[in-house]
């Protein structure tokens, strides 16, 4: 037998007819963290499965608590005053640690967001210009801002123009 419930109840058999007169269990006397609008874990008997829960109400009259999945907030749910435990391990169980921030398919934050994020200073301004490499134009040319987008598609660009240049050379025998 559940130790909760025989706790609570009384010994189980009672003077008339062998069973126990059922005692109501006051609202008072569950756990501190049994409350409306408190989010609680529910633990499947059958499946073991855990889910989130809101406790919508607690039903003195029923002796039950009834609460809503945040799954699907149309799905409700009653447990009994009788399975709640004050250690927690019962079908409706405290939120010990809560869950971390999943990330979202909602892309990289506006580049302001970031920088007040990292708490670093926010630069004006063109981006600092990389090393010149022996890939560049000569000293005379003139520089032009260039993205790391715009030196790839230059860098594949140049490649399939070397690869044209050495197929039209004629070969030699």
């Known amino acids: 037998a559940n130790l909760n419930r025989v706790l609570r109840l009384g010994g189980g058999t009672g003077s008339a007819g062998g ?26 008997r ?11 109400a607690i039903e003195e009259r ?13 799905v409700w749910k009653r447990v009994p005053f009788s399975e709640i435990s004050r250690t927690g391990d019962g079908m409706l169980r405290p939120v010990w640690k809560e869950a971390p921030t999943v990330a979202t398919c909602a892309g990289p934050p506006p580049k302001g967001a970031a920088d007040v994020e990292n708490n ?8 600092p210009m990389p090393a010149p490499s022996s890939a560049e134009p000569a000293a005379g040319a003139p520089a032009q801002a260039v993205s790391d987008d715009d030196e790839v598609e230059e860098s594949s660009a140049a490649r399939a123009l070397e690869k044209k240049k050495q197929q039209k050379r004629p070969r030699s025998r």
């Open 19 to 44: 069973y126990a007169a059922k005692m109501t269990i006051p609202a008072g006397a569950l756990p501190d963290w049994v409350k409306t609008g408190a989010i609680c874990v529910y633990t499947s």
């Open 46 to 56: 059958s499946r073991g499965d855990s889910h989130r829960v809101k406790i919508k």
């Open 120 to 127: 670093s200073p926010v630069q004006e301004g063109p981006a």
């Open 62 to 74: 029923k002796q039950t608590v009834l609460f809503t999945f945040e799954s699907d907030k149309r």
